[in-house]
């Protein structure tokens, strides 16, 4: 990589990743003929002074596809987010320089996909302690001979500085090679005094599947989406304010390449009016007792008659 990265040390951090609508671990951002597996990454409590690949932090690379039927020039680009694209009370990252992309640029022919590390840098400053910044890195074509305009995707980046230096020690490491499936649940024409079974609403059972060549320790749970790296979409109201959801099993192991189906249900309280009201909640599958924990998201909808 030119240079070694100084990820030495064990992180008190929690490290979740949103990725948008579809059907992999990590559901793609879709553009034109241009697909990036990353929608939007939290981390937390990184230190001042290292340099971090958040694929070896966290076994989370970058995945861009070309979705088309033509060959594509892709260049990756690290970004100052303007106002309007900061999200959970982050700044801007202060210097450009802070973030880069390896590689930064490459050709891709039809459905042909490249794994890019996205790398972190952060300057030994003990001002940052406790800040919290948003880089954007944007994955977009070179506009050819014949085309009007290039695509792009962004890929946000929300990483918190801790408060206290590294402390030499263990190299600090994660997986999010876990997918959780599918990333969406309805639940449509819901009443209040009744109990609702997820695996009625669903072709196919809710799973968890270990997609990486160690044994993952697991824990299932619902997230307040207002903790969570997503938002509530228009007109929605947070499912866990209205009803009581229960995952089963909650806990469990997974060999490298095993998978859970999980059952739960989803109870509405006699007396709420339900009535053209829309939910939804956040299902977190996280993998704990590893330095670095990871976590990835499903989403419950749940719709009033």
């Known amino acids: 990589m030119g240079?070694?990265?100084?990820?030495?040390?064990?992180?008190?951090?929690?490290?979740?990743?949103?990725?948008?609508?579809?059907?992999?671990?990590?559901?793609?951002?879709?553009?034109g003929g241009l697909s990036c597996s990353v929608g939007e990454v939290v981390i937390e409590n990184l230190k001042i002074g290292q340099t971090y690949s958040l694929k070896t932090l966290a076994n989370l690379p970058l995945s861009v596809t070309n979705?088309?039927?033509?060959?594509?020039?892709v260049l990756i680009e690290p970004l100052v987010p303007g106002p309007g694209e900061l999200r959970q009370k982050a700044e801007p990252i202060p210097q450009i320089k802070w973030a880069r992309a390896l590689p930064d640029s490459f050709k891709l022919f039809p459905k042909e996909s490249k794994l890019v590390e996205m790398i972190i840098e952060i300057?030994?400053?003990?001002?940052?302690?406790?800040?919290?910044?948003?880089?954007?890195?944007?994955?977009?074509?070179?506009?050819?001979?014949?085309d009007l305009l290039a695509v792009g995707l962004n890929s946000r980046v929300i990483f918190s500085i801790d408060r206290a230096r590294?402390?030499?020690?263990?190299?600090?490491?994660?997986?999010?090679?876990?997918?959780?499936?599918?990333?969406e649940i309805t639940l449509d024409k819901v009443n209040s005094g009744r109990q609702y079974r997820l695996e009625d609403f669903l072709q196919k059972p809710l799973t968890v599947k270990n997609g990486s060549q160690r044994e993952?320790?697991?824990e299932l749970h619902t997230v307040d989406v207002q903790k969570s790296a997503t938002t509530l979409p228009?007109?929605?109201?947070?499912?866990l304010g209205s009803a009581v959801i229960t995952l089963t099993p909650n806990k469990f192991i997974l060999k490298?390449?095993?998978?859970?189906?999980?059952?739960?249900?989803?109870?509405?309280?006699?007396?709420e009016r339900l009535t053209a009201k829309k939910f939804m909640c956040v299902v977190s599958a996280a993998v704990i007792g590893q330095s670095v924990q990871t976590q990835i998201y499903s989403r419950i909808y749940a719709h009033g008659r």
């Open 3 to 31: 240079h070694s990265l100084k990820s030495q040390n064990r992180l008190a951090a929690i490290f979740c990743a949103l990725v948008l609508c579809g059907f992999s671990l990590f559901p793609d951002a879709w553009a």
């Open 67 to 73: 979705t088309g039927d033509q060959p594509v020039t």
């Open 123 to 146: 300057p030994d400053d003990e001002a940052l302690f406790g800040k919290k910044f948003q880089v954007n890195f944007w994955s977009h074509t070179l506009a050819q001979a014949g």
């Open 166 to 183: 590294e402390t030499p020690g263990s190299v600090p490491s994660g997986d999010l090679s876990l997918s959780i499936l599918p990333a």
């Open 216 to 218: 993952l320790s697991v």
């Open 234 to 239: 228009p007109g929605y109201a947070d499912l």
């Open 256 to 271: 490298p390449g095993e998978e859970k189906t999980i059952s739960g249900t989803v109870a509405f309280p006699k007396g």
